[in-house]
């Protein structure tokens, strides 16, 4: 039968249907006579036969029932069939009635014909699922060795993966069971494969696996430290699918599984985007990224492009980024046109061209110099580009009317003791200052640390551990506020979507984290224990560090919106009106081309008086000479 179905599956399901349809018919009166059909009673046996087999075939052909592949038979196609082989008998009832009436006519007979109907129509496509799944699959790999896995967790992820691997045939790998921590679950079966326990009895199994998947996107940071260690101890290889953040679209899959890595210890909860007002914001729109090369920039454009805006500028400083940038424009499928632009921010002959080909609806500014250290070296690079690159974008926004513009800052510019802080508190305050007297609707959204930026913790502790050690941390007590790049994009497009009136929107960044604990995790991570196999060196804070960062100031107040990731400061202090506020900026922006870092300290003590540096600004003398005793 099998065979028959891959040559023909339309022609070979109507035959087993007109089959299963007249078993059914015949069953029926069989039992309403006891197995004994009276002989008046065969004549209309012999005439319904063929109208109700054309009357079900003609119903489930124009269904589309002879297209749908039933190896994969799930419980929609089986409501399907309740549902046609309803409409079918009923209109087969009614054709008797119409032309024959109901006199005379056994009428229990047709309520056992439609028992029989949806139960032997249903069986025969149950079967192919069955065959496929259960039987197809053994004897085609019967001599292949399979990678026995074990997953852990059994919820809604757990399922889908074992089902993939059940219904693929050419599948490499064999669900031995699943581990849970609902200890309720102990002993129950899914898809026919059982739940063995918990994460303390992952030692303690009596089956054999090669290899671990967990199967928990929504685990919290402790939990999956539990996990990873029970893992461990098992020696065996193991990874994990995404985090429900990491999985836009909530697709998971094998081909998603990857090794875990320090995203899965941070436990952040799942981000729920309102979709409908972000793409009312982004669906056919020109869309202006600025440092669209960078960790930030780079994910706004993934995240904007399945908002289908109409045009994509990807604008960034960079060769390289902006060459990797064109080649993925060139394959990309999308109706979106992905304009790769390279220039700065600090050229404003070169963004008014752009401004006036392109004519941006919505402008995402994530252009800016972060690494603190560095630019308390080179605070005039902070100011030109920070300051002075973000009144550039500011005042074109203006000027060519565009709708939203929307700057990404930093938990930094929260009681700024560094240039780098300082300088994003300035473009905050230029931000809410042009939005009073602009058309343009200007908002900044601040947020803390992200995972896995260009320069941060995680990529150097990583290559220090590769290289054997040491992992040097600045101070054992140091902590960060972390979000990761995805979690932090999808936020910005929601903050977006909500701004309206010069707000600066702060996102939910959890509970701050050890810069120390992370840096451990990170080795046991790696497979190491950390003092005994890797070594941890402390260096000492650098220029412009804190201990601790801040999220809000003390003359701002937090008001709540309907997103629990997102909040709004509302400033005490009243707003520098536009003109006042620039001629300072400029004075500071003189100063920068100095390159005198007194200068500029005068210039950001009096645009931001609570600027107090954690450590004096460098002389170009003294800059020249710490690079040397550096070195």
């Given at each position: ?27 029926a009166f069989f039992l309403r006579f006891d197995f ?570 009096k645009l931001l008086p609570y600027y107090t540096p ?18």
């Amino acid at each position: 039968m099998i065979k028959l179905l891959n040559r023909n599956r339309k022609v070979t399901l109507m035959f087993i249907d007109s089959i299963t349809i007249s078993c059914s018919l015949v069953g029926a009166f069989f039992l309403r006579f006891d197995f004994i059909i009276p002989p008046e009673f065969g004549d209309i046996l012999l005439y319904w036969i063929p109208m109700y087999v054309g009357i079900q075939l003609l119903f489930f052909s124009f269904s589309g029932f002879y297209n749908v592949i039933w190896r994969f038979t799930s419980l929609w196609e089986l409501l399907n069939i309740i549902k046609w082989v309803s409409i079918s008998c009923v209109t087969g009832i009614a054709l008797i009635g119409l032309y024959q009436g109901m006199q005379g006519y056994p009428r229990s007979v047709l309520l056992i014909f439609y028992i029989l109907n949806v139960l032997t129509v249903s069986a025969s496509r149950i079967s192919v699922r069955i065959y496929y799944s259960h039987f197809h699959n053994k004897l085609k790999n019967k001599n292949e060795t399979k990678t026995k896995l074990l997953l852990f967790g059994a919820g809604k992820t757990g399922e889908k993966i074992a089902r993939e691997v059940i219904q693929t045939s050419s599948s490499p790998f064999k669900i031995v069971g699943f581990i849970d921590d609902n200890s309720d679950l102990r002993g129950a079966s899914l898809h026919g494969i059982n739940v063995l326990g918990t994460v303390h009895d992952i030692n303690n199994l009596n089956i054999q696996f090669d290899e671990i998947l967990i199967t928990a996107p929504s685990a919290t940071g402790d939990q999956m430290r539990n996990i990873i260690s029970a893992c461990k101890s098992t020696g065996k290889p193991y990874k994990t699918v995404p985090s429900l953040i990491e999985l836009i679209d909530k697709d998971v899959s094998l081909a998603t599984a990857r090794d875990v890595s320090y995203i899965d210890l941070l436990g952040r909860d799942e981000v729920t985007l309102d979709m409908i007002s972000i793409e009312k914001m982004l669906l056919g729109k020109r869309i202006l990224i600025t440092g669209a090369g960078g960790s930030i920039g780079s994910e706004l454009v993934k995240q904007c492009l399945k908002f289908n805006p109409s045009e994509l500028i990807c604008f960034d400083c960079d060769e390289e980024k902006i060459f990797k940038f064109t080649l993925q424009a060139q394959s990309i499928r999308s109706k979106t046109l992905l304009k790769p632009v390279l220039g700065s921010v600090l050229n404003k002959k070169h963004l008014i061209k752009v401004f006036t080909e392109t004519r941006p609806q919505i402008i995402f500014h994530a252009a800016a110099y972060k690494h603190v250290p560095i630019q308390e070296l080179h605070p005039w690079t902070a100011v030109s580009t920070n300051v002075g690159g973000t009144l550039n974008m500011i005042e074109l926004a203006d000027l060519y009317s565009v709708e939203k513009f929307v700057m990404v800052s930093t938990d930094k510019a929260v009681n700024p003791v560094n240039v780098m802080g300082a300088t994003k508190r300035v473009a905050e305050k230029c931000i809410q200052s042009k939005n009073v007297d602009s058309k343009t609707q200007y908002m900044a959204v601040r947020f803390g640390n992200v995972l896995g930026s260009s320069g941060s913790a995680i990529p150097i502790f990583e290559k220090q551990i590769k290289e054997g050690g040491p992992v040097t941390i600045t101070h054992p007590e140091m902590t960060r506020f972390f979000m990761s790049i995805p979690e932090a994009s999808q936020l910005i497009l929601q903050s977006a979507s909500i701004g309206q009136d010069g707000e600066i929107f702060l996102l939910e960044m959890g509970k701050p984290i050890k810069i120390d604990q992370m840096a451990r995790d990170l080795i046991r991570l790696s497979g190491f224990e950390p003092e005994k196999d890797i070594p941890i060196i402390y260096t000492g804070l650098r220029p412009g560090e804190k201990l601790y960062e801040e999220l809000q100031t003390n003359d701002e107040n937090i008001l709540h919106t309907d997103h629990k990731k997102i909040m709004i400061l509302i400033n005490k202090r009243q707003i520098v009106p536009w003109i006042e506020l620039k001629i300072m900026v400029n004075e500071l922006l003189k100063a920068g081309e100095t390159l005198e870092s007194d200068k500029i300290q005068v210039w950001l003590r009096k645009l931001l008086p609570y600027y107090t540096p954690r450590t004096p600004m460098l002389s170009s003398d003294g800059y020249s000479s710490t690079i040397k005793g550096e070195a």
